[in-house]
Protein backbone atom coordinates (compact mmCIF):
# COMPACT_ATOMS: atom_id res chain seq x y z
CA UNK A 1 0.00 0.00 0.00
CA UNK A 2 1.20 3.37 -0.92
CA UNK A 3 1.96 5.55 1.57
CA UNK A 4 -0.63 8.20 2.89
CA UNK A 5 0.18 12.46 1.47
CA UNK A 6 0.36 14.52 4.29
CA UNK A 7 -1.77 17.05 3.38
CA UNK A 8 -1.97 21.08 4.91
CA UNK A 9 -5.30 19.96 6.27
CA UNK A 10 -3.62 16.91 8.20
CA UNK A 11 -0.49 19.63 9.91
CA UNK A 12 -3.59 22.68 10.26
CA UNK A 13 -5.25 19.59 13.01
CA UNK A 14 -2.32 18.37 14.70
CA UNK A 15 -1.13 21.95 15.22
CA UNK A 16 -4.77 22.58 16.29
CA UNK A 17 -4.77 25.86 13.53
CA UNK A 18 -7.50 26.63 11.08
CA UNK A 19 -5.94 25.50 6.88
CA UNK A 20 -5.77 29.29 6.31
CA UNK A 21 -3.25 29.84 9.28
CA UNK A 22 -0.81 26.94 8.14
CA UNK A 23 -0.61 27.79 4.91
CA UNK A 24 0.12 31.64 5.94
CA UNK A 25 3.12 29.98 8.39
CA UNK A 26 4.35 27.50 5.60
CA UNK A 27 4.20 30.20 2.77
CA UNK A 28 5.66 33.27 4.69
CA UNK A 29 2.67 35.51 3.88
CA UNK A 30 0.12 37.50 6.09
CA UNK A 31 -0.09 37.86 9.45
CA UNK A 32 0.24 34.73 11.94
CA UNK A 33 1.63 34.86 15.36
CA UNK A 34 4.84 33.70 16.70
CA UNK A 35 3.29 30.44 18.95
CA UNK A 36 0.81 29.20 16.08
CA UNK A 37 3.59 29.84 13.18
CA UNK A 38 5.56 27.55 15.43
CA UNK A 39 2.92 24.60 16.22
CA UNK A 40 2.43 24.71 12.60
CA UNK A 41 6.47 24.42 11.50
CA UNK A 42 6.61 21.58 14.45
CA UNK A 43 3.80 19.86 12.99
CA UNK A 44 5.06 19.73 9.21
CA UNK A 45 8.22 18.48 10.53
CA UNK A 46 6.91 16.01 12.08
CA UNK A 47 4.35 14.44 9.68
CA UNK A 48 6.99 15.04 6.90
CA UNK A 49 5.07 17.50 5.25
CA UNK A 50 6.08 19.02 1.65
CA UNK A 51 3.73 20.95 0.19
CA UNK A 52 2.98 21.84 -3.27
CA UNK A 53 6.35 23.50 -4.23
CA UNK A 54 5.37 24.11 -7.43
CA UNK A 55 2.45 25.66 -6.98
CA UNK A 56 4.33 28.17 -4.35
CA UNK A 57 6.68 28.77 -6.71
CA UNK A 58 4.98 30.13 -9.59
CA UNK A 59 2.38 31.70 -7.42
CA UNK A 60 5.56 33.48 -6.31
CA UNK A 61 7.37 33.43 -9.83
CA UNK A 62 10.33 32.04 -8.87
CA UNK A 63 9.98 28.64 -10.63
CA UNK A 64 13.04 28.50 -12.36
CA UNK A 65 11.78 27.83 -16.17
CA UNK A 66 12.70 29.62 -19.49
CA UNK A 67 9.88 29.34 -22.30
CA UNK A 68 11.18 28.52 -25.40
CA UNK A 69 9.16 28.81 -28.38
CA UNK A 70 10.55 27.52 -32.33
CA UNK A 71 8.47 27.67 -35.17
CA UNK A 72 8.86 23.97 -35.38
CA UNK A 73 10.52 22.11 -32.87
CA UNK A 74 10.47 18.86 -35.68
CA UNK A 75 12.99 20.92 -37.85
CA UNK A 76 16.51 19.64 -37.02
CA UNK A 77 17.95 23.19 -36.49
CA UNK A 78 15.62 24.09 -33.67
CA UNK A 79 15.55 20.69 -31.91
CA UNK A 80 19.55 20.88 -31.84
CA UNK A 81 19.30 24.87 -30.42
CA UNK A 82 16.33 23.36 -27.88
CA UNK A 83 18.84 20.32 -26.42
CA UNK A 84 21.88 22.51 -26.09
CA UNK A 85 19.54 25.39 -24.59
CA UNK A 86 18.34 22.48 -22.23
CA UNK A 87 22.29 21.31 -21.55
CA UNK A 88 23.44 24.83 -20.54
CA UNK A 89 20.29 26.35 -18.96
CA UNK A 90 20.48 22.96 -16.65
CA UNK A 91 24.12 23.94 -15.46
CA UNK A 92 22.51 27.36 -14.12
CA UNK A 93 19.68 25.06 -12.49
CA UNK A 94 17.66 26.40 -15.08
CA UNK A 95 14.69 24.37 -16.70
CA UNK A 96 13.51 24.58 -20.49
CA UNK A 97 9.87 24.23 -21.12
CA UNK A 98 9.19 23.80 -25.00
CA UNK A 99 6.08 25.03 -26.92
CA UNK A 100 6.43 25.12 -31.00
CA UNK A 101 4.18 27.97 -32.63
CA UNK A 102 4.07 25.43 -35.93
CA UNK A 103 4.60 28.64 -37.91
CA UNK A 104 1.35 29.98 -36.81
CA UNK A 105 1.04 33.82 -35.33
CA UNK A 106 -2.57 32.95 -33.74
CA UNK A 107 -0.98 29.92 -31.89
CA UNK A 108 2.45 31.45 -30.98
CA UNK A 109 0.19 34.25 -29.40
CA UNK A 110 -1.58 31.92 -27.29
CA UNK A 111 1.33 29.86 -26.45
CA UNK A 112 3.43 33.28 -25.20
CA UNK A 113 -0.33 34.12 -23.13
CA UNK A 114 -0.27 30.46 -20.98
CA UNK A 115 3.52 30.85 -20.61
CA UNK A 116 3.16 34.73 -18.98
CA UNK A 117 0.47 33.19 -17.03
CA UNK A 118 2.95 30.59 -15.60
CA UNK A 119 4.70 33.57 -14.67
CA UNK A 120 7.86 32.08 -15.70
CA UNK A 121 11.72 33.49 -16.09
CA UNK A 122 11.81 34.54 -19.28
CA UNK A 123 11.34 33.54 -23.04
CA UNK A 124 13.81 32.38 -25.81
CA UNK A 125 11.49 32.60 -29.20
CA UNK A 126 11.78 32.46 -33.31
CA UNK A 127 8.98 34.89 -33.94
CA UNK A 128 6.53 33.77 -37.01
CA UNK A 129 5.94 37.07 -38.25
CA UNK A 130 8.39 39.76 -38.41
CA UNK A 131 5.25 42.29 -39.04
CA UNK A 132 2.68 40.85 -36.11
CA UNK A 133 4.28 40.77 -33.51
CA UNK A 134 1.80 43.20 -30.87
CA UNK A 135 1.97 40.09 -28.16
CA UNK A 136 5.83 40.33 -28.51
CA UNK A 137 5.95 43.70 -27.99
CA UNK A 138 3.74 43.64 -24.80
CA UNK A 139 5.73 40.94 -23.55
CA UNK A 140 8.64 43.38 -23.68
CA UNK A 141 7.03 46.87 -22.31
CA UNK A 142 5.76 44.28 -19.56
CA UNK A 143 9.58 43.78 -19.02
CA UNK A 144 9.97 40.05 -19.31
CA UNK A 145 13.43 39.06 -20.15
CA UNK A 146 13.27 37.56 -24.09
CA UNK A 147 15.86 36.87 -26.16
CA UNK A 148 15.46 36.12 -30.28
CA UNK A 149 16.77 33.62 -32.47
CA UNK A 150 16.49 33.03 -35.53
CA UNK A 151 14.55 35.49 -36.86
CA UNK A 152 13.75 39.48 -35.77
CA UNK A 153 10.27 41.10 -34.70
CA UNK A 154 10.19 44.60 -36.20
CA UNK A 155 10.35 47.34 -33.54
CA UNK A 156 10.86 45.00 -30.56
CA UNK A 157 13.96 46.25 -28.64
CA UNK A 158 15.60 42.91 -27.25
CA UNK A 159 18.62 40.48 -27.72
CA UNK A 160 18.75 38.56 -30.65
CA UNK A 161 21.09 35.86 -32.78
CA UNK A 162 21.06 35.77 -36.46
CA UNK A 163 22.79 34.30 -38.94
CA UNK A 164 23.61 36.42 -42.19
CA UNK A 165 20.83 34.92 -44.41
CA UNK A 166 20.90 36.82 -47.34
CA UNK A 167 24.75 36.38 -47.81
CA UNK A 168 24.50 32.87 -47.12
CA UNK A 169 22.03 32.63 -50.10
CA UNK A 170 23.92 34.38 -52.20
CA UNK A 171 26.89 32.43 -51.75
CA UNK A 172 25.01 29.29 -52.42
CA UNK A 173 23.39 30.73 -55.63
CA UNK A 174 26.81 32.35 -56.62
CA UNK A 175 28.28 29.13 -56.86
CA UNK A 176 26.08 27.65 -58.70
CA UNK A 177 26.19 30.51 -61.19
CA UNK A 178 29.90 30.00 -61.27
CA UNK A 179 29.59 26.46 -62.41
CA UNK A 180 27.49 27.41 -65.26
CA UNK A 181 23.88 27.58 -64.39
CA UNK A 182 21.36 30.32 -65.47
CA UNK A 183 17.96 28.23 -65.05
CA UNK A 184 18.25 27.94 -61.01
CA UNK A 185 15.40 27.41 -58.95
CA UNK A 186 14.66 27.99 -55.68
CA UNK A 187 11.96 25.83 -52.78
CA UNK A 188 11.13 28.23 -50.34
CA UNK A 189 8.68 28.65 -47.02
CA UNK A 190 6.04 31.11 -46.13
CA UNK A 191 7.22 34.69 -47.41
CA UNK A 192 6.05 36.01 -43.75
CA UNK A 193 8.95 34.59 -42.53
CA UNK A 194 12.06 36.59 -41.89
CA UNK A 195 14.60 33.76 -42.89
CA UNK A 196 11.86 33.14 -45.73
CA UNK A 197 12.52 36.43 -46.83
CA UNK A 198 16.36 36.95 -45.76
CA UNK A 199 17.17 33.75 -48.31
CA UNK A 200 15.12 34.61 -51.08
CA UNK A 201 16.32 37.69 -51.27
CA UNK A 202 20.31 36.43 -51.41
CA UNK A 203 18.97 34.32 -53.98
CA UNK A 204 17.39 37.49 -56.50
CA UNK A 205 20.63 39.76 -55.37
CA UNK A 206 23.20 37.26 -56.87
CA UNK A 207 20.66 36.50 -59.95
CA UNK A 208 20.21 39.97 -60.81
CA UNK A 209 24.14 40.67 -60.39
CA UNK A 210 25.09 38.17 -62.53
CA UNK A 211 22.41 39.21 -65.22
CA UNK A 212 19.80 37.05 -64.73
CA UNK A 213 16.12 37.10 -64.87
CA UNK A 214 14.36 36.31 -61.73
CA UNK A 215 11.77 33.63 -63.43
CA UNK A 216 9.08 33.38 -60.86
CA UNK A 217 7.96 29.83 -62.66
CA UNK A 218 11.32 28.89 -61.03
CA UNK A 219 10.05 29.89 -57.67
CA UNK A 220 8.83 27.31 -55.44
CA UNK A 221 6.35 27.97 -52.13
CA UNK A 222 5.77 24.95 -49.64
CA UNK A 223 5.30 24.26 -46.40
CA UNK A 224 8.75 23.47 -44.69
CA UNK A 225 8.22 19.88 -44.50
CA UNK A 226 10.05 16.43 -46.61
CA UNK A 227 6.57 16.08 -47.67
CA UNK A 228 5.05 18.76 -49.10
CA UNK A 229 9.03 19.59 -50.53
CA UNK A 230 8.57 16.42 -52.36
CA UNK A 231 5.19 17.66 -53.73
CA UNK A 232 6.97 21.24 -55.00
CA UNK A 233 9.91 19.64 -56.33
CA UNK A 234 8.07 17.42 -58.67
CA UNK A 235 5.68 20.18 -59.95
CA UNK A 236 9.06 22.27 -60.16
CA UNK A 237 10.68 19.41 -62.77
CA UNK A 238 7.45 18.67 -64.25
CA UNK A 239 7.74 21.30 -66.31
CA UNK A 240 9.29 21.21 -69.99
CA UNK A 241 11.74 23.78 -69.80
CA UNK A 242 12.66 22.37 -66.25
CA UNK A 243 15.57 23.88 -63.93
CA UNK A 244 19.08 22.56 -64.07
CA UNK A 245 19.96 23.50 -60.64
CA UNK A 246 17.60 23.79 -57.49
CA UNK A 247 18.35 25.55 -54.38
CA UNK A 248 16.72 24.97 -51.39
CA UNK A 249 16.09 27.35 -48.02
CA UNK A 250 16.56 24.38 -45.16
CA UNK A 251 17.41 20.77 -44.21
CA UNK A 252 13.57 19.67 -44.74
CA UNK A 253 13.04 21.02 -47.97
CA UNK A 254 16.26 19.34 -49.38
CA UNK A 255 15.62 16.19 -47.90
CA UNK A 256 11.91 16.65 -49.61
CA UNK A 257 13.75 17.67 -52.78
CA UNK A 258 16.32 14.63 -52.82
CA UNK A 259 13.43 12.51 -52.75
CA UNK A 260 11.17 14.37 -55.38
CA UNK A 261 13.88 14.01 -57.74
CA UNK A 262 14.37 10.44 -56.87
CA UNK A 263 10.80 9.56 -57.81
CA UNK A 264 11.10 11.43 -61.07
CA UNK A 265 14.27 9.47 -61.96
CA UNK A 266 16.48 12.52 -61.72
CA UNK A 267 20.05 11.74 -60.73
CA UNK A 268 21.89 14.62 -58.59
CA UNK A 269 24.43 16.42 -60.01
CA UNK A 270 23.72 14.45 -63.20
CA UNK A 271 20.63 15.93 -64.30
CA UNK A 272 20.12 18.24 -61.68
CA UNK A 273 23.02 20.00 -59.33
CA UNK A 274 21.25 21.03 -55.47
CA UNK A 275 22.64 23.14 -52.83
CA UNK A 276 20.58 23.39 -49.58
CA UNK A 277 20.55 26.15 -46.28
CA UNK A 278 20.91 24.04 -43.15
CA UNK A 279 24.00 21.62 -43.04
CA UNK A 280 21.94 17.75 -41.80
CA UNK A 281 23.39 14.83 -40.98
CA UNK A 282 21.96 12.79 -44.39
CA UNK A 283 23.64 15.11 -46.52
CA UNK A 284 27.24 13.23 -45.66
CA UNK A 285 25.15 9.95 -46.10
CA UNK A 286 24.09 10.36 -49.71
CA UNK A 287 25.80 9.83 -52.97
CA UNK A 288 26.73 12.28 -54.08
CA UNK A 289 27.26 14.41 -50.80
CA UNK A 290 25.27 17.48 -50.66
CA UNK A 291 26.35 20.72 -51.21
CA UNK A 292 25.00 22.75 -48.38
CA UNK A 293 25.22 26.42 -46.57
CA UNK A 294 25.83 25.63 -42.58
CA UNK A 295 24.98 27.44 -40.07
CA UNK A 296 27.00 28.13 -36.51
CA UNK A 297 24.22 26.12 -34.91
CA UNK A 298 26.31 25.18 -32.03
CA UNK A 299 26.94 28.57 -31.39
CA UNK A 300 23.45 29.89 -31.04
CA UNK A 301 22.13 27.89 -28.02
CA UNK A 302 24.88 28.50 -26.05
CA UNK A 303 24.65 32.16 -26.57
CA UNK A 304 20.87 32.51 -26.26
CA UNK A 305 21.18 30.48 -22.80
CA UNK A 306 23.96 33.34 -21.70
CA UNK A 307 21.76 36.57 -22.90
CA UNK A 308 18.56 34.95 -21.35
CA UNK A 309 20.42 34.73 -18.26
CA UNK A 310 22.23 37.95 -17.72
CA UNK A 311 18.73 39.52 -18.40
CA UNK A 312 17.36 37.58 -15.51
CA UNK A 313 19.43 38.76 -13.23
CA UNK A 314 18.73 42.18 -14.26
CA UNK A 315 21.19 43.75 -16.63
CA UNK A 316 20.07 46.95 -17.84
CA UNK A 317 22.64 46.77 -20.48
CA UNK A 318 21.58 47.57 -24.70
CA UNK A 319 20.42 44.72 -26.67
CA UNK A 320 22.66 42.67 -27.78
CA UNK A 321 22.37 41.93 -31.55
CA UNK A 322 24.42 39.41 -33.05
CA UNK A 323 24.67 38.22 -36.30
CA UNK A 324 26.96 34.69 -37.28
CA UNK A 325 28.56 34.15 -40.68
CA UNK A 326 27.25 31.18 -42.75
CA UNK A 327 29.87 28.95 -44.32
CA UNK A 328 29.14 27.33 -48.16
CA UNK A 329 30.57 23.59 -47.63
CA UNK A 330 31.10 22.37 -50.93
CA UNK A 331 30.88 18.46 -51.77
CA UNK A 332 29.66 16.77 -54.74
CA UNK A 333 25.92 17.54 -55.59
CA UNK A 334 26.73 20.33 -58.40
CA UNK A 335 27.81 19.80 -61.63
CA UNK A 336 28.29 21.71 -65.08
CA UNK A 337 24.24 21.89 -66.88
CA UNK A 338 24.32 18.62 -69.42
CA UNK A 339 23.04 20.70 -72.06
Known sequence: MAPKTITLKDVAAVANVSRATAARALNSYGYVGEEAAARVLEAAE???YRGNRVAQALRHGQLPIIGFVPGDIQNPFFARIAHDLDVELRKHRYNLLIASSEEDVDQEKA??????ALNIRGFILAPTSGDDNQHIAR????????????RVAKDIQCDSILVDNEGGAKEAVD????????RIAILQDDSRIFTAQ???????????????????????VSRSTVKHAVDATIRLFS????????FTVDSLMTQGALLGLRTMGLSVPRDVSLVGFDDFDLATFTDPQITVVAQPISRIGPLAAELILERIKGSQAAPRNTTFPTKLIIRGSVSNPQI
Open 111 to 116: LLDNLR
Open 239 to 246: RRDRPTAL
Open 198 to 220: ERFAGYTKSLQEHGITVDKNLIS
Open 175 to 182: YLIANGHR
Open 139 to 150: LAKDGAPIVLID
Open 46 to 48: KLG
